[in-house]
């Protein structure tokens, strides 16, 4: 593995603090711009915390709230409450506890495999294939120049997510976007972790979709973005280290909330999991003179 794939691993291996209880570090100090905990780190270590105390069962959905920004100087606790165990599901919640507050909640929901009618709805758009999909640093010169800086600064990030935007920079007549990833090295065959990786990636660059149509971007500095939800249901089995297809697009934007879907396919267009996430997408108000005080 890569350093940055191996310290994602280590960064989901929780440590048990009791049968319920679970504690997760934040990245190392070698990760940059850890201003707050990013979202899909919390989503992903929950989701870790709430497959410890399943047996024989795979998670296949998960509904979550993000209340507080996360510290990234101190661990997060994350505390599961076992709600039901079933003979072919359960439930979990897991709340995550930073000095003393819940800043997320979570709802697990697990099924035990079994065979059943089966249909999905196929890529309706054309994509090339990732090896056709320029990195970061393989664009032309020209089209890096069109993206703000905090954009460029994004997409060159290392990060533990391997990244290919379609289209970058490129002008959109309707609020879809599409990009490839994977993990940036090779994971252990653990189905959960690769579950976890791909909830952590599910929170990457969902809300660029929402922004799409306004020649603006979560990812700079004229908008107050955070994440307010996240739904994630997985259906099919696959690999998080192998390319997947992330198809976005958002179907309203209005009072200064977005909301984003994802579909998410393998390489052989199976459609391997949905997501939907609601966020804040405030106009930062310009900087001016404070407003005059009435006289009394």
């Known amino acids: 593995m890569t350093n940055s794939a191996a310290e994602l691993v280590a960064l989901l291996d929780l440590e048990r603090l009791e049968d319920n209880l679970f504690r997760g570090d934040n990245p190392p100090e070698s990760w940059p711009f850890r201003?707050?905990?990013f979202g899909g780190q919390v989503l992903a270590q929950a989701l870790v915390a709430a497959q410890r105390t399943v047996d024989a069962a795979g998670a296949h959905s998960m509904h979550a709230y993000f209340l507080l920004a996360g510290d990234p100087r101190v661990p997060i606790i994350y505390d599961v409450e076992r709600v039901r165990d079933g003979r072919s599901f359960a439930t979990r919640r897991t709340v995550a506890i930073q000095h003393g507050r819940p800043i997320f909640i979570m709802s697990v929901s697990f099924h035990r495999e079994e065979p059943g009618l089966e249909h999905q709805l196929d890529i309706?758009?054309?994509?090339p294939s990732p090896e056709e999909v320029p990195g970061i640093?393989?664009?032309p010169a020209e089209v890096l120049a069109r993206l703000p800086a905090p954009v460029l600064a994004y997409w060159q990030r290392p990060r533990p997510i391997e990244l290919?935007?379609?289209g970058l920079g490129e002008t959109v007549a309707a609020p879809r976007r599409a990009v490839w990833f994977r993990a940036s090295g090779a994971l252990p065959d653990e189905e959960g972790l690769h579950r976890a990786v791909l909830a952590y990636a599910?929170?990457?660059?969902?809300l660029e979709a929402t922004t799409a149509l306004h020649g603006t971007s979560v990812l700079g500095e004229s908008l107050q973005v955070a994440s307010l939800d996240h739904a994630l249901w997985l259906h099919r089995p696959f690999r998080a280290d192998d390319w997947l297809l992330y198809t976005q697009d958002s179907p309203s934007a209005a009072g200064a909330r977005g909301l984003a879907r994802g579909l998410i396919y393998d390489r052989a267009g199976r459609l391997v999991a949905s997501v939907a996430q609601e966020g804040l997408i405030r106009p930062m108000r310009p900087a001016g003179p404070p407003p005059a005080q009435a006289s009394a």
């Open 35 to 37: 201003a707050r905990v």
């Open 124 to 127: 309706d758009m054309v994509v």
């Open 137 to 139: 640093g393989e664009l």
């Open 164 to 166: 290919k935007p379609v």
């Open 202 to 206: 599910s929170d990457m660059t969902l």
